[in-house]
């Protein structure tokens, strides 16, 4: 029995986490493919390092998935400085290809650059971002925005259409925690998604919080991301993590 959980828990969390490179890789090729006599020089070598970067992750979410049972103890963090803007930016042109029709409104007051592990902050957005996507109306934005507060750079990830319930705000980032409003109807994943990002969030000292609302109907997430010295971020959680 418990071979089996094991077993099932894999499964879940590997085609949950493949899927979003994998289609990256897929749609970028064939956009090159079907349109290479057209493309200039600057957009081929923009698809060619998007294809390079995904598969860089891919690499990293099968090595991640294949530790999932470690996640909560000695999962790897490597802080560097990172422009959240820039790395935003990537996230959602990614995710474009998986989600052509839905528009996303992104915008920045005056921040600070963070300290986080590139690979597993790109992790985050993509598992928010995408989950803003799914339960969107149609015909609505999906909006982030970028603000400084004290400490914390935060990133609101907003999607009109959807609603959490007081009482089960935490429980959406259990692993395989399903909510009958929100998480399931036409949507089908691995419910595991946003229990990663609450997981490796925390690993770099940040947070993540929901707000949302029945009337507008709208769900955010705020993720904080730490603005902290080099120094001090690196005792926090180990000085060998820190590059």
Not at 76 to 93: G, H, Q, T
Not at 99 to 110: G, H
Request: with cysteine; aromatic share 8%.
């Amino acid at each position: 029995m418990k071979n089996e959980k094991i077993k099932d828990e894999f499964i879940s969390t590997l085609s949950h986490e493949i899927r979003t490179p994998l289609t990256s890789i897929k749609g970028f090729s064939k956009t090159m493919l079907d349109n290479w006599a057209v493309l200039d020089d600057t957009s081929k070598k923009k698809f060619l390092n998007i294809i390079l970067e995904q598969s860089d992750r891919l690499i990293n979410l099968v090595e991640n998935v294949l530790n999932i049972a470690k996640i909560n103890s000695d999962i790897d963090i490597i802080l560097k400085e990172i422009n959240l803007l820039n790395l935003i930016n990537n996230v959602v042109d990614i995710l474009k290809i998986s989600y052509k029709d839905r528009k996303f409104n992104i915008s920045s007051s005056k921040i600070l650059n963070s300290m986080a592990d590139k690979d597993k902050l790109e992790q985050i957005f993509v598992n928010v971002i995408e989950n803003a996507c799914k339960y969107s109306a149609q015909g609505t934005p999906v909006e982030i925005k970028i603000e400084n507060r004290g400490d914390y750079n935060i990133v609101r990830i907003k999607n009109y259409g959807s609603y959490i319930k007081q009482e089960e705000k935490e429980k959406v980032f259990e692993k395989f925690y399903r909510i009958d409003n929100y998480l399931t109807s036409s949507h089908q994943g691995s419910g595991l998604g946003l229990y990663i990002a609450k997981t490796l969030i925390e690993k770099m000292n940040g947070k993540i919080e929901i707000n949302s609302s029945n009337d507008p109907m709208f769900t955010e997430f705020l993720i904080y991301i730490p603005v902290l010295d080099s120094e001090t971020i690196a005792k926090k959680i180990g000085g060998e993590n820190y590059v």
